[in-house]
Structures are given as structure tokens and as C-alpha cells.
């Protein structure tokens, strides 16, 4: 007898009503490109349906085999940790339902496009006169207590920032971690640039985007010899709904594994180490469905199992073997893009 599939998209939850319709448009979005698949959804808390739910709707339809990804763009508590954790405790009191779990959307080229089409669209709503060199690109990540997720943030603002040419770029963050928002353009501001787009890098919106906006504002208060603009954020771009797909085949696949090289869970991560082999647990329970929707009652009990993130991972990776040579042996190379970059490759020539 042949499984049958569905997919469980898990996000974290908002108390922003506008956050959970978008997050539930996403879902939609995703089911509409793999309609052989049941598609449901959920969150950790805040909102409803809980994860819970959105399983037990699956298991209604007679799917057997729950193919679930986060509904995150970084790996970082609730990705590594509180999610699994749901996720696992619902597979050891469901008998005959199997849960494969694939990995957060990442750094992946599809959501780098979609954040360019975003700036974009922000660089046409601004003003005539100011070249892409006298403009500073601010990259704005939520914000976590796990390094590793924080520096994918900067990997993304460099990505941005390369491929779009600006003068200068620059990464803060809405909560947890520094630089925070209105401190970060405060040090910016004194850079020098004529303008400076602010690049919310959220999936939906919620208090924490609206909170960027607000400090943006402040900022450009006290500075008005520079032009602020605020790009919008991914939501819905057709390219995000197509990471979210993608993720589904990798763990049909076979490579969906979690990226635990720098886990702080697993590794002895700069100033973590005490973290490593730390039970993990989600610490939702109490708070699953409270906000927009209804709330759930709590069970009262608590939790142990096995890391759950570990279950895939064999961490077998491939590498390129990168060429890092000074000279050409006759070969061609694609020109640099932004060779006329005033602080590039041709300034050394000065």
C-alpha cells in the first residue's frame, strides 16, 4: 500500500492579525504548487491553528507521511529546537504516522532575488539624482540568540549589496542581538551616503517590522540632509513560494538536512559553550494559540526527547575546490561587475 503524502507548513505565530493572514496566504500559495499533496498549517503560539491542529487535520485526510518545514527564512531556536520538538512529541503519541522534518528557506539564491526585486521597487519609489554609489544599503534580520542565525543576516546583506551595486552596506537587527535598528542607523547616518534604503529581511509583517519602520522614521528625523527609504519586506513573492516548494522535494529527496555545522546545540560555538548537548525542548507549550485566535489549553506537562534536529544529519557535505590563484594561465574571467566601484578593485590601481 503506497503512502500518502502532506505537507505541514510551521511558523511561529504573531499577535499581528496581518502577520498570520500573510503567513496563511504562504500556505496557500504553496499548496496551490503541489496540489497532489495535502497541504495544512500552524503555529508555535500566538495564533491558530496551533501545529497540533494542522497535523491532526492531515491525519483526518489519511495522510500517513507528514513532509513538515518551518515556516522561517533562519535556523535558530525555534527552527533547531521548539518546532522539532512539537513535532516529535505528535509522532510518539500518533502510531502509524511517520513525520520527516526538512530545513528553514536559508540562504538560497530565489530569496536573494526576491529581496532584490524588493529594493527595487524601493529604489524606484525614491527620488531622481542619487546614484546607486551614494546610497547605503541597511539590512534589517530579526534577531536571535543564536550566532549562527545572526550571521546569515550578513550574508545576505553582502549578497544584496554586491549584487546591487550600492556604495556601502550595512546589517541590524529588531530585537535580541546588536546592532539594534535605530542605533545601527544612527552610526550609518554618519557615513556620509545621500541615501539610505532600510531592508526589513522578514518573511510577513508584525509588530517587529512595523517597529523597524518606526525607528527608521525617527532616524531620518534627526537627519535630514539624508533620504530614507523603507523597501518592503519578501511576503508573498512568487519566488519565496517557490523556496517553500523546494524544500518540500528536498526531503523527498533525500537532502533535507538541517545545517548544523555551527549549531550553538552542537558545537563549541564562541561563547556559547555551555549550550552544547542541551536538552531541547520547546518552551511554547504554555502559549500555543494565545494571541489572534482562540487559545489552547496547555497539557501541564513537560518534554524531554533527543535533540530532534540530529535525526538527519550526517553531515556530509561537498565542497568545490575554490581557485584562489593570482595569475591567469591564459584563461578568461567575466569582468567584476561593479569594477567602477569607488571603493573597489580600481582604487588599488590609484
Same mark, same amino acid.
Given at each position: 500500500?503506497?503512502?500518502?503524502?502532506?505537507?505541514?507548513?510551521?511558523?511561529?505565530?504573531?499577535?499581528?492579525?496581518?502577520?498570520?493572514?500573510?503567513f496563511q496566504?504562504?500556505a496557500?500559495?504553496?499548496?496551490?504548487r503541489?496540489?497532489?499533496?495535502?497541504?495544512?498549517?500552524?503555529?508555535?503560539?500566538?495564533?491558530?491553528? !496551533?501545529?497540533?491542529?494542522?497535523?491532526?487535520?492531515?491525519?483526518?485526510?489519511?495522510?500517513?507521511? +507528514?513532509?513538515?518545514?518551518?515556516?522561517m527564512?533562519?535556523?535558530?531556536? =525555534?527552527? *533547531?529546537?521548539?518546532?522539532?520538538?512539537?513535532?516529535?512529541r505528535?509522532?510518539?503519541?500518533?502510531?502509524?504516522?511517520? !513525520?520527516?522534518?526538512?530545513?528553514?528557506?536559508?540562504?538560497?539564491? *530565489?530569496?536573494?532575488?526576491?529581496?532584490?526585486?524588493?529594493?527595487?521597487?524601493? +529604489?524606484?519609489?525614491?527620488?531622481?539624482?542619487?546614484?546607486? =554609489?551614494?546610497?547605503?544599503?541597511?539590512?534589517?534580520?530579526?534577531?536571535?540568540?543564536?550566532?549562527?542565525?545572526?550571521?546569515?543576516?550578513?550574508?545576505?546583506?553582502?549578497?544584496?549589496?554586491?549584487?546591487?551595486?550600492?556604495?556601502?552596506?550595512?546589517?541590524?537587527?529588531?530585537?535580541?542581538?546588536?546592532?539594534l535598528?535605530?542605533?545601527?542607523?544612527?552610526?550609518?547616518?554618519?557615513?556620509?551616503?545621500?541615501?539610505i534604503?532600510?531592508?526589513?529581511?522578514?518573511?510577513?509583517?508584525?509588530?517587529? +517590522?512595523?517597529? !523597524?519602520?518606526? =525607528?527608521?522614521?525617527r532616524v531620518?528625523?534627526?537627519?535630514?540632509?539624508?533620504?530614507? !527609504?523603507?523597501?518592503?519586506?519578501?511576503?508573498d513573492?512568487?519566488?519565496?513560494?517557490?523556496?517553500?516548494?523546494?524544500?518540500?522535494?528536498?526531503?523527498l529527496?533525500?537532502?533535507?538536512?538541517?545545517?548544523?555545522?555551527?549549531?550553538?546545540?552542537?558545537?563549541?560555538?564562541?561563547?556559547?559553550?555551555?549550550?552544547?548537548?542541551?536538552?531541547?525542548?520547546?518552551?511554547?507549550?504554555?502559549?500555543?494559540?494565545?494571541?489572534?485566535?482562540?487559545p489552547? *489549553?496547555?497539557?501541564?506537562?513537560?518534554?524531554?526527547?533527543?535533540?530532534?534536529?540530529?535525526?538527519?544529519?550526517?553531515h556530509?557535505?561537498?565542497?568545490?575546490?575554490?581557485?584562489?590563484?593570482?595569475?591567469? =594561465?591564459?584563461?578568461?574571467?567575466?569582468?567584476?561587475p561593479?569594477?567602477?566601484?569607488?571603493?573597489?578593485?580600481?582604487?588599488?590601481?590609484?
Amino acid at each position: 500500500m503506497s503512502e500518502k503524502l502532506g505537507v505541514m507548513v510551521c511558523g511561529h505565530g504573531s499577535r499581528d492579525e496581518r502577520a498570520v493572514v500573510e503567513f496563511q496566504s504562504v500556505a496557500e500559495g504553496l499548496r496551490e504548487r503541489i496540489p497532489h499533496m495535502d497541504t495544512e498549517w500552524g503555529f508555535l503560539e500566538f495564533a491558530t491553528p !496551533i501545529i497540533r491542529d494542522g497535523l491532526d487535520a492531515l491525519l483526518e485526510k489519511g495522510v500517513d507521511r +507528514v513532509l513538515a518545514v518551518p515556516g522561517m527564512l533562519f535556523a535558530a531556536g =525555534h527552527a *533547531k529546537n521548539d518546532i522539532p520538538s512539537v513535532l516529535n512529541r505528535y509522532q510518539a503519541t500518533h502510531e502509524g504516522i511517520r !513525520i520527516d522534518y526538512g530545513r528553514e528557506l536559508g540562504i538560497d539564491l *530565489k530569496l536573494i532575488r526576491a529581496a532584490g526585486a524588493r529594493i527595487e521597487e524601493a +529604489v524606484q519609489r525614491a527620488s531622481p539624482g542619487v546614484s546607486r =554609489h551614494e546610497t547605503l544599503l541597511v539590512v534589517v534580520g530579526r534577531g536571535a540568540s543564536d550566532p549562527d542565525a545572526n550571521s546569515n543576516v550578513s550574508k545576505v546583506m553582502r549578497m544584496l549589496w554586491e549584487g546591487l551595486g550600492f556604495g556601502w552596506g550595512e546589517v541590524c537587527y529588531s530585537g535580541v542581538t546588536f546592532p539594534l535598528v535605530e542605533p545601527g542607523l544612527e552610526q550609518v547616518a554618519k557615513l556620509g551616503y545621500k541615501r539610505i534604503i532600510v531592508f526589513p529581511y522578514f518573511l510577513f509583517t508584525g509588530i517587529l +517590522v512595523q517597529r !523597524i519602520y518606526d =525607528h527608521t522614521d525617527r532616524v531620518a528625523a534627526r537627519h535630514p540632509e539624508i533620504e530614507f !527609504i523603507k523597501a518592503g519586506y519578501l511576503n508573498d513573492h512568487p519566488l519565496v513560494l517557490d523556496s517553500f516548494a523546494d524544500r518540500v522535494q528536498e526531503i523527498l529527496d533525500g537532502v533535507n538536512n538541517m545545517n548544523c555545522q555551527l549549531c550553538k546545540y552542537r558545537e563549541q560555538f564562541l561563547g556559547f559553550e555551555d549550550q552544547v548537548g542541551e536538552i531541547q525542548e520547546s518552551h511554547h507549550h504554555h502559549v500555543e494559540g494565545i494571541g489572534t485566535g482562540v487559545p489552547e *489549553k496547555s497539557d501541564g506537562e513537560h518534554h524531554h526527547h533527543a535533540p530532534a534536529h540530529g535525526n538527519d544529519h550526517d553531515h556530509a557535505h561537498s565542497h568545490g575546490e575554490g581557485e584562489d590563484s593570482d595569475h591567469d =594561465h591564459g584563461h578568461h574571467h567575466h569582468p567584476y561587475p561593479h569594477a567602477d566601484h569607488p571603493l573597489g578593485p580600481k582604487s588599488m590601481k590609484d
